[in-house]
């Protein structure tokens, strides 16, 4: 069975230092992996996806996250913290099409001047 | 294109009553799922159809039925509204296209409160 978790529950950076929100996974298959964003009563939206094309999968506004599959890991990252990233981040996998989504719990990410 | 839409944005019930969540996406995608999320759970799935005419239930179904009787549309139904439904509801839609990798795209969710 596939499940995901996200190491941290809240994450609090000072702007301009960098972001590392954790994500480990477990999936029988090879999976795809996601990472969304969602600020405050707003929607989910896609940042990046790993499809195995890349380990390395880049996304929008900065981030980037590096599938590890000998540590089952799926961590984002960003060099550079601004006061618009504060929001909560969900790591995701999936074994397919016509499948469910799994979400991790969520990390809040707090950003401060 | 305004991709997946959600009615109503805002609902507030009472124990026992009813009420239908409407879902629609103009993507033409195949499969259309329904998740509540309440804090700290992330987002889980209720129901999901791979197709017009057919549903089935994810992890958290009981109390919740569905229907998909035209492609673009995916229908949430309360029969008796209960006090721990009170959550936000996103509904999302895949294509068929093994190569979109799921990746799903979502609607802006539907906040219902049960009183």
């Known amino acids: 069975a596939q499940s995901v978790t996200q190491l941290d529950s809240h994450v609090s950076v000072s702007e301009g230092t960098p972001v590392l929100l954790r994500c480990n996974y477990s999936?029988?298959?090879?999976?795809?992996l996601f990472w969304y964003v969602q600020h405050p009563n707003k929607g989910l939206q896609l940042l990046l996806k790993?499809?195995?094309?890349?380990?390395l999968v880049k996304g929008i506004n900065g981030f980037e996250a590096e599938f590890k599959k000998s540590e089952t890991s799926f961590h984002l990252t960003k060099p550079s913290a601004h006061m618009s990233d504060a929001a909560e981040y969900f790591c995701v996998v999936s074994e397919g099409a016509g499948t469910a989504l799994i979400f991790g719990k969520g990390t809040t990410l707090s950003v401060s001047s | 294109n305004a991709g997946v839409t959600q009615t109503p944005k805002f609902r507030v019930l009472k124990t026992g009553q009813s009420m239908t969540l409407l879902c629609a996406q103009d993507?033409?995608?195949?499969?259309m799922y329904w998740y509540r999320q309440d804090p700290g759970m992330g987002l889980r799935l209720i129901h999901y159809?791979?197709?017009?005419?057919?549903?089935a239930k994810g992890e958290v179904p009981d109390g919740y039925n569905v229907s998909r009787l035209k492609k673009q549309n995916f229908l949430l139904g309360l029969e008796s509204a209960a006090p721990s439904q009170t959550s936000v509801y996103f509904c999302a839609s895949s294509p068929l296209d093994r190569g979109s990798w799921n990746e799903q795209f979502f609607g802006p969710g539907t906040r219902l409160t049960v009183l």
């Open positions: 993507m033409n995608h195949e499969y």
């Open positions: 790993y499809t195995s094309a890349a380990t």
């Open positions: 159809s791979v197709g017009e005419g057919t549903t």
């Open positions: 999936s029988s298959y090879s999976p795809s």
